[in-house]
């Protein structure tokens, strides 16, 4: 008997149809012996739903009031989930975040956990009953409900998982696991057996959409067994999913690169003609972390005759901001020019192969150079190489990489 953690994301409980097959997947669970915490999500579409409705009435909604409201969608599907399992036949309750008692900070619409109360729960389980939990929300300390950032209810599932020590969190979604890239821009993407989390991370901070990035720290942080699967295979003929785990772990495959990250929600910023002297990186980049602008690739060329260029990337949407916060900088700073290019996009290579293989980035280079793909800019870590392009390189630059590095290829 193992005790398993399974999150059912937006569309596995879209309809009550869906809902009632989500049921039968529990219970087919359940039958084996095991015991089950269920976490889910809001019907899909049904959190924009609600921010939409509230921003008709604020155009920036109240933070408190915002967690209010939205929190409201995944306490729908929690109480259709149950009825759904006692209607066959099984024991089942339904819980918010709240009841629980799943403690957050006081950072509305996106607190971060501080500690969950297990007691509830176990009893539940030691009466065979299966939990259901409403993902994505908790409770502050003083009592008023919190939300923990769009698609949260995959953290709320892993720090479920890592409160009551289960043996697995298994991700239910609408794809059957990790793939090598966007099998949309890719057709032969394939779906890996593994991953470990350090590469989930990249990824998922790169652009992957599968999980949500805090949830993969967590894990990583807690040593949470992690597993994508799909909700929308037949019953008795899944999958094995993506078992998201440690690199030390013996089933491991050991590919290079595991995957081909891209994001389009990329701008490019350049002041242009800056004094080269101490200090100027700060002048430029504290106005716009001022502004709460995160600030990824950064880039100062070399100096002639005393002065440089300075680029920098942000999120496309921060783009006209961060613009015209520099605009105003511009004397401040000395600058002789201000540019920018909101048409850009980062494509990146991720692997922990390359930490051992020499050569990775200029493979990389050269078969976007053999596509005549400009590069950008460039960065490294350990794990990952990252370029950006003009965004209408992204499908050619993403095809490209996944061919030279054989992610089509089956893992040996
Ligand atoms: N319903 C929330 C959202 O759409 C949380 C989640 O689905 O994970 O972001
Ligand atoms: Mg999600």
New binding site residues.
């Given amino acids: 008997m193992a005790l398993i953690v399974q999150k059912y994301?937006?569309t596995s409980v879209a309809n009550p149809e869906r809902i009632k097959n989500v049921a039968q997947r529990v219970a087919s669970w359940k039958r084996r012996g095991h015991q089950l915490v269920v976490v889910v999500?809001?019907m899909s579409g049904?959190?924009?739903r609600l921010i939409g409705l509230a921003k008709e009435i604020q155009a920036s909604p109240d933070p408190r009031e915002l967690d209010v409201m939205v929190s409201t969608?995944?306490q729908v599907t929690i109480g259709l989930l149950a009825m759904a399992l006692k209607e066959i036949g099984l024991k089942a309750r339904s819980y918010t975040g709240n009841q629980v008692r799943i403690l957050t900070d006081d950072a509305y619409t996106k607190a971060r956990i501080l500690s969950i109360d297990d007691q509830a729960m176990r009893a539940d389980l030691d009466d065979d009953t299966i939990v259901i939990v409403a993902?994505?929300q908790g409770v502050d300390a003083k009592g008023n409900i919190t939300t923990l950032g769009?698609?949260?209810?995959?953290t709320t599932g892993v720090a479920l998982a890592a409160a009551l020590k289960a043996d697995e969190c298994q991700i239910y979604t609408d794809v059957d696991g990790v793939y090598t890239t966007d099998p949309r821009i890719v057709p032969e993407a394939r779906r890996l057996n593994a991953i470990t989390f350090e590469e989930m991370l990249e990824m998922a901070s790169l652009g992957s959409k599968v999980l949500?990035i805090r949830s993969v720290e967590f894990a990583g942080k807690y040593k949470v067994k992690l597993r994508v699967l799909s909700s929308l295979e037949e019953l008795g003929k899944e999958g094995p999913g993506t078992l998201i785990t440690f690199e030390d772990d013996k089933n491991m495959e050991q590919p290079i690169i595991s995957g081909i990250a891209f994001n389009r929600d990329e701008a490019k910023l350049t002041v242009l003609g800056v004094p080269d002297r101490p200090g100027i990186a700060y002048q430029i980049l504290g106005e716009i972390a001022e502004a709460n602008i995160d600030v990824d690739m950064i880039i100062q060329n070399i100096g002639h005759d005393g002065s440089t260029d300075f680029s920098f990337t942000v999120n496309r949407g921060e783009y006209p901001k961060a613009l015209a916060i520099l605009e105003n900088a511009k004397a401040k700073i000395g600058a002789r020019d201000i540019t920018g290019d909101n048409k850009i996009c980062k494509v990146s290579a991720v692997g922990m192969g390359m930490r051992s293989h020499p050569g990775i980035a200029s493979k990389m280079f050269r078969a976007l150079a053999e596509e005549g793909i400009n590069i950008k800019m460039i960065s490294t870590s350990e794990i990952k190489i990252s370029v950006v392009v003009d965004e209408k390189y992204l499908e050619l630059a993403v095809r490209a990489l996944h061919k030279v590095f054989d992610l089509d290829q089956a893992a040996a």
């Fill in positions: 994301g937006g999500s809001a049904e959190t924009n969608g995944e993902g994505f769009r698609g949260g209810s995959d949500q």
